[in-house]
């Protein structure tokens, strides 16, 4: 424990500790005890297994409606199929769990209290076996069999509640509290980096007992140090949710090797399924997809919906399933499109008013670029919550509601009201340069898809790429897709992905 030196512990101090120890002590009385059905120890518990469910089921609507399920049956039936067989030797076999491939280009897979879990057709697309694929999937069944967000919460709450505590005992407690709460911060995120420590262990359990070899889960931490960046830009260990993944690589290789020889297991008898698993693959969409949307200098185009806009050189964008989002790079400022509420323009523009308290400085109902239009200038001033000592500033917002295509569309920019005009320029050229999309180029654009090819003879996987006329400046990206270095060796035969525009 670090003490500042000026800081001394009296009496008073230690009266003041056993009075937070009795409140953490009343606290406990009143949660509930459960047993961890992973470890069989009895741990605090704020959330039953009812409200796990509750909650994913919450979620899960959520989920699907930002990101989207990813458009592929096969991929959908394959993920699920397994995943309902890990489920079923895992420690919860009870929960029912629900598996789905999200059309995210993001590498990553999630998990939800009670047994919803999430893949992106970003991470699908870098597996490279089903055995990767089975460890991952085994991690993230691990964080809910494991109960992990539940003891988040609860170690998040009950550190709060002895800071709180703390606060309410003693003025010399409170002079500490932003320190101490960074402390119980760091706590927590060690916490975090635990769950998931205890997760890879769990992904090699699981996978195993369904007959893979959980070593190229190990292999799949490669991939992501590699997708990270350098050592140098990477964060420290110590400060992230989640641990090194050169060091995930190494204690899954360890705990691979105690779990088969525990078990009397030969690797050369668990299933690794590449070729399988590639030709599955085989068509999967590749980073963005600019049929959902796309940016592309300084303007947005959406070629479904066709309707197109410009954008804020500079910005930070961000395009989903239910909006596009744009915001400066220093935070004050946020510009946001998205469907509106209501049948007519009218309507929509009274629900908005409504809804979000605004108080209406101005208001015109003129076309734009051809298409029925109402704009609106205001100003909110946020409620001030509770305990906070200060008001929030208020804020203004513009925003213009067009009908297109028998659907009403909002964008709003909104900042504080002294920062207004600084960016009400940069509102007005975007908001008012709404569309239609008219320019066939723009409209007839496709994904770009990763496409598997056997090598026509034994090659290195950089004479492998240059074979199937893949450009330069994509190697490294195909490498990294590969789970390979440029220089690695491929086999005649063989399969890999390149990469396939039909643009």
């Given amino acids: 424990m670090y003490l500042n030196n000026n800081f001394t512990l009296t009496s008073k101090l230690l009266i003041m500790i056993n009075k937070i120890i009795f409140l953490g002590l009343l606290f406990i009385f009143f949660i509930s005890c459960a047993r961890n059905p992973v470890t069989g120890k009895k741990e605090f518990s704020f959330m039953s297994e009812s409200q796990e469910k509750a909650m994913g089921a919450e979620y899960n609507p959520q989920i699907l409606a930002e990101y989207g399920e990813y458009n592929d049956d096969k991929l959908q039936a394959f993920v699920n199929e397994k995943g309902q067989k ?14 789905k491939v999200v059309d995210s280009p993001v590498v990553n897979a999630f998990a939800v209290p009670g047994g919803y879990i999430y893949f992106t057709r970003g991470i699908m697309a870098h597996f490279n076996n089903e055995a990767e694929f089975a460890g991952v999937l085994g991690h993230e069944i691990g964080h809910v069999t494991a109960r992990h967000a539940n003891e988040m919460q609860t170690k998040q709450i009950f550190s709060q509640i002895l800071l709180m505590g703390g606060m309410i005992f003693s003025e010399t407690f409170r002079q500490f509290a932003e320190p101490a709460s960074q402390a119980a911060g760091m706590l927590l995120m060690k916490y975090s980096r635990d769950n998931e420590s205890q997760s890879d262990k769990l992904g090699v359990e699981y996978s195993t007992q369904i ?19 350098d050592d140098e830009g990477r964060l420290p260990t110590f400060l992230s949710t989640h641990p090194d993944p050169g060091d995930r690589y190494n204690a899954v290789k360890t705990y691979t090797q105690l779990v088969h020889e525990s078990k009397g297991i030969k690797p050369a008898d668990l299933q690794i399924n590449r070729d399988s698993y590639l030709k599955m693959i085989n068509g999967i969409i ?51 499109l998205t469907l509106a509420q209501g049948q007519d323009l009218n309507a929509a523009s009274q629900a908005f008013v409504k809804e979000n308290g605004l108080s209406v400085i101005e208001s015109s109902q003129n076309p734009v670029n051809g298409l029925a239009s109402i704009a609106i200038f205001g100003e909110v001033v946020p409620q001030q919550e509770q305990g906070q000592q200060q008001a929030a500033a208020p804020l203004s917002i513009i925003v213009y509601f067009y009908k297109f295509n028998d659907l009403i569309y909002q964008m709003i920019g909104i900042s504080a009201k002294n920062d207004f005009q600084t960016y009400s320029n940069t509102f007005k050229n975007t908001l008012g340069s709404f569309k239609v999309l008219t320019d066939q180029s723009k409209i007839n654009v496709l994904p770009t898809r990763i496409k598997i090819v ?29 789970g390979m270095q440029l220089t690695d060796q491929l086999p005649s035969g063989s399969l890999f992905k390149v990469l396939e525009s039909r643009n």
């Fill in 86 to 99: 890990m489920a079923a030797i895992s420690h919860r076999p009870q929960l029912g769990f629900t598996f």
């Fill in 454 to 482: 056997s090598a026509r003879r034994n090659y290195t996987l950089q004479e492998g790429l240059q074979d199937y006329g893949m450009i330069q400046n994509k190697f490294n990206e195909l490498a990294l897709l590969n």
């Fill in 211 to 229: 007959g893979y070899n959980s070593t190229e889960m190990a292999n799949f931490f490669n991939t992501l140090k590699r997708l990270s960046g």
């Fill in 286 to 336: 590749h980073g963005e997809d600019p049929r959902q949307g796309y940016f592309e200098n300084n303007n947005f185009y959406h070629p479904v919906l066709k309707f197109t806009f410009k954008t804020p050189a500079e910005w930070n964008k961000l395009n989903s399933p239910q909006s596009v989002q744009m915001a400066p790079k220093d935070g004050k400022a946020l510009m946001r």
